[in-house]
């Protein structure tokens, strides 16, 4: 699905993408409250969506499409960002509310058509020069920042299960394997945690856990979930 106030925009993107055998351009939306609405009665695969509109922007509406997804679903909607700017507060808040990747309008068509194979497939993709911008960001926090219970509370259950399996020395297969998703589907929920919680890595991540109280030393893991997710 495509979002984005500018017809000339949506149109570009239609030709483009529809030019591809595996894509099909399924809706478009002018504005992000429409874009809610038609993502929740068609659950597309991807949707590409600009973060600046009037009226409810794109952070927002990929907040609420997010929101409504069943929890931890492989074949929930994805979502990529669109904008004209580069590293800015939007970009960190688009990746906040869940979206899955972040693209500059004026990329390349290739870049554009694989972006939207990436993402539905379970993996994120950051536009170089963001993923850059990200990179200098996250450098200059302290060095023992620890995230509060306002950010861990960002968290959503799936997510937290993911950061609980990490704490307890699981690998992403071993964590895919235990929730009885695809591994792809774990390192998304991974980087969402790690961009959350304005950490760098794994370890970083593990000391969260338990400075958290999310996981008390000692404990076991809890046991495998057996239904598919």
Do not use: C
Not at 13 to 28: Q, S
Not at 56 to 70: L, N, Q, S, W, Y
Not at 109 to 129: I, K, M, N, Q, Y
């Amino acid at each position: 699905m495509l979002v984005d106030d500018q017809p000339l925009v949506r149109a570009g993107l239609a030709m483009l993408l529809d030019a591809e055998p595996d894509i099909e351009v399924v809706a478009e939306a002018d504005e992000g409250a429409g874009a809610v609405a038609r993502a929740g009665e068609l659950h597309p695969d991807v949707v590409l969506m600009d973060v600046r509109m009037p009226g409810v922007d794109g952070v927002e509406a990929t907040r609420r499409i997010i929101d409504a997804d069943p929890e931890g679903e492989d074949h929930a909607t994805k979502i990529i960002i669109l904008t004209t700017y580069h590293v800015d507060e939007a970009v960190y808040a688009a990746l906040r509310a869940g979206a899955s990747g972040f693209l500059l309008k004026d990329a390349v068509p290739r870049e554009l058509v694989d972006a939207v194979r990436t993402v539905a497939s379970g993996e994120a993709w950051l536009d170089p020069t963001v993923a850059k911008g990200l990179i200098r960001e996250f450098a200059a926090r302290p060095r023992h920042h620890m995230p509060t219970s306002a950010d861990m509370g960002e968290l959503t259950v799936r997510e937290r299960e993911v950061l609980v399996l990490v704490a307890h020395g699981l690998s992403n297969p071993e964590i895919a394997a235990h929730l009885v998703v695809g591994e792809a589907t774990v390192k998304t929920h991974l980087g969402r945690i790690l961009m959350k919680l304005g950490l760098r890595d794994r370890s970083q991540a593990i000391a969260a856990a338990y400075h958290s109280g999310l996981v008390v030393p000692g404990s076991s893991p809890p046991p495998p979930s057996g239904r598919p997710s």
